[in-house]
């Protein structure tokens, strides 16, 4: 059974850090594409990085207000994605899901279409 659990978040100031985890069960993350996303209130859900399966090359993926900052990366001895978060803004704060595509449609994180979904840790970026 496809279960994802993510782990991590928290109050930190502005410029600070934060590294979130995904930890997946029931299958093996290597073969599937990874996406995180974060919704803030009021918000729609934003698609905020990915990282598609060894069969696409893991390439990665960033949204365009947190390149450079974010760092998404997969330990498959752990069967875990992670999300490294630097230098944190207020607008960063928000829930953030992991999700993944099972069975996986696509090996490319851009067009998987994610229907797996964690229940979402906190962040919080405030002074």
């Known amino acids: 059974q496809v279960h994802l659990v993510e782990s991590g978040g928290g109050l930190v100031q502005p410029g600070g850090s934060l590294r979130l985890s995904c930890a997946a069960s029931g299958f093996t993350l290597d073969y599937y594409a990874i996406g995180w996303f974060r919704q803030a209130p009021g918000k729609e859900r934003e698609e905020v990085s990915c990282i598609s399966s060894s069969a696409s090359d893991s390439s990665t993926y960033y949204v365009d207000s947190v390149k450079g900052r974010f760092t998404i990366s997969r330990d498959n001895t752990k069967n875990t994605v992670y999300l490294q978060m630097n230098s944190l803004k207020p607008e960063d704060t928000a829930v953030y899901y992991c999700?993944?595509?099972?069975?996986?449609?696509?090996?490319?994180?851009?067009?998987?279409?994610?229907?797996?979904w964690g229940q979402g840790t906190q962040v919080t970026v405030s002074s």
């Open positions: 999700a993944v595509d099972s069975p996986p449609a696509y090996s490319d994180c851009r067009k998987a279409p994610y229907n797996f």
